[in-house]
């Protein structure tokens, strides 16, 4: 067997990285970027009366690995709907719009949930699922709050290891990792005529836009970016070898796509329940029986 496999557990997600070696679908997903950056939802702040916004933020963290020296591919960046609620769709969505808007940055993909990109596409540089988490809805006689939390996590893949192996031979490429959280709460008094929350859900969209595109143009000041990579560093697809434990494990695929010196990334989501040792053992019999070298 030749070649290098690396497989990577975060949580309830499991990466297999094939290096040289429920929601029903609703909407398709979309692309855009700074020529075609779709029409924004039409706004509600005329409808408004009264309303105070009593609290905002967002903050993000940001690991990363590599040098000055490495290369960051951001001509295409992907942003997943973390699940299947209408908030999650349209703040995912909207964010992915705004992204796509900004000069700096390349095509921008929205993946509705539940959808996954073609097998043996080009993996978008920057990969995010964007949801919102807690939603708080309370009607008064003479007023209204609502209140969200939202949460984005992603970078050069959409699941982060708490470990990174590598050696000499490793390509120059920059791996990072977002995480950011906010919350948005509005209290309002009078008469609400239009939808409060579609209208405050559109202006949180563009706090995490703007966070993310800050966290990223640092990524491109401190790496090799450029913005258009020879295709000759993007190899052709290889198909991930079958895994007997992934139907043992019921997993569910995410994405199977070729990137940036990697003729194959695949993911897939591993129930919850899962042992995480209970799968590397058995990933490693599966794989030594296979002839794969287990560093």
Request: hydrophobic share 40%; charged share 20%.
């Amino acid at each position: 067997m030749t070649g290098i496999l690396r497989l990577v557990i975060l949580g309830t997600a499991l990466v297999m990285v094939a290096g040289c070696g429920r929601a029903p679908q609703a909407v398709e997903p979309e692309t855009f970027d700074h020529k075609n950056a779709g029409a924004a939802p039409p706004s509600t702040d005329h409808l408004q009366f009264g309303g105070t916004l009593t609290r905002s933020g967002f903050s993000m963290s940001r690991s990363q690995s590599g040098s000055d020296q490495s290369l960051l591919d951001l001509s295409k960046i992907g942003v997943w709907a973390a699940d299947s609620s209408s908030e999650t769709a349209t703040l995912s969505r909207e964010v992915a719009r705004q992204l796509g808007a900004a000069p700096e940055l390349g095509e921008v993909v929205w993946m509705p949930y539940g959808s996954k990109p073609p097998a043996g596409d080009r993996k978008p540089g920057a990969m995010f699922l964007v949801g919102v988490a807690k939603t708080t809805d309370q009607r008064r006689l003479v007023g209204r709050s609502y209140e969200m939390e939202i949460e984005v996590r992603g970078g050069s893949s959409l699941a982060a290891s708490n470990s990174f192996y590598s050696s000499r031979n490793d390509p120059p490429i920059s791996e990072f990792y977002l995480s950011g959280k906010g919350t948005r709460e509005v209290n309002f008094r009078g008469l609400s005529v239009g939808d409060l929350r579609e209208q405050h859900l559109l202006k949180a969209a563009e706090d995490v836009k703007e966070s993310l595109l800050n966290n990223l143009t640092e990524l491109v000041l401190a790496t090799s970016a450029s913005p258009a990579l020879p295709d000759e560093f993007f190899p052709a697809f290889q198909a991930a070898p079958e895994l007997k434990l992934m139907d043992d494990f019921k997993a569910v695929p995410v994405y199977s796509l070729r990137g940036l010196f990697m003729p194959n990334e695949t993911l897939w989501k591993i129930p919850e329940a899962t042992s995480t040792a209970e799968l590397f053992a058995a990933a490693r019999i599966e794989l030594e029986a296979e002839g794969w070298r287990i560093d």
